[in-house]
C-alpha cells in the first residue's frame, strides 16, 4: 500500500471514529436523556483508547461506565464533575501453564472538576478466560468507578479545607 493510500486510511478511520470519541450527552440507565442523580454531577466524556481498540468496544466501555454512574451512591455535590475514560492496555494472550485464552483490561478515569482541573485518576482491572472483550471491559469499568466516589469526596474535602484557610485570612 502506498503511503498516500495508508494515510487516507488513518485519516478516513479517525473521521468515522472521532464522533463515538467525543463528549456525548448524559444519558441514565434507562436510556433517558434527563439527568438523575450522579448524572446531575460526574458527566462522562469521550474515550481514548489505542488504535487496536475498535469504536465498539470504546461504545461498550462508553455505556458501561454511564450505566455504573446511574446506579452508584455518591456524595450530593452541585459542583459539575466529569470524567475522562482511558483504555490503558486490552489484550488477548494465552496462558503460559495452561494454553488457555484470557483478555486483560486496564481502564483509566481521570476525574475533573467544573473548572476542567483534576482531581485525581483512579484504574480499573480486570482479566478474563476466553476470547470475548466485552466482559473484562465491563468489569474493569465496574472496579474504577466503584471508586470515584472517595475521589469527589476527597475533592469537596480540600475544597471544604482550602475555603475555611481563605475565610481565616480574610478576617485577620
Not at 485519516?11 to 463528549?23: E, K
Not at 490503558?88 to 485464552?101: A, I
Not at 481521570?110 to 482479566?127: I, T
Request: proline share 6%.
Amino acid at each position: 500500500m502506498t503511503f498516500s493510500r495508508s494515510l487516507g486510511a488513518v485519516v478516513l478511520s479517525f473521521c468515522l471514529t472521532a464522533p463515538i470519541c467525543t463528549a456525548a450527552p448524559v444519558v441514565n440507565a434507562s436510556g433517558s436523556e434527563k439527568p438523575n442523580g450522579v448524572d446531575q454531577t460526574i458527566r462522562v466524556d469521550g474515550v481514548t483508547a489505542p488504535s487496536s481498540v475498535d469504536a465498539r468496544a470504546r461504545a461498550t466501555l462508553r455505556d458501561a461506565v454511564r450505566e455504573r454512574f446511574a446506579v452508584l451512591p455518591h456524595p450530593a455535590s452541585s459542583r459539575g464533575y466529569a470524567v475522562s475514560v482511558s483504555v490503558v492496555q486490552l489484550r488477548r494472550y494465552v496462558g503460559p501453564d495452561d494454553g488457555t485464552p484470557r483478555v486483560v483490561c486496564i481502564v483509566d478515569l481521570a476525574l475533573r472538576d467544573a473548572h476542567d482541573v483534576l482531581v485525581g485518576s483512579v484504574r480499573g482491572r480486570a482479566m478474563t478466560e476466553g476470547v470475548r472483550i466485552t466482559p473484562p471491559l465491563e468489569a474493569a469499568a465496574r472496579a474504577a468507578v466503584a471508586r470515584i466516589p472517595e475521589l469527589v469526596r476527597a475533592a469537596e474535602a480540600r475544597q471544604a479545607g482550602s475555603s475555611e484557610v481563605a475565610s481565616a485570612r480574610s478576617r485577620q
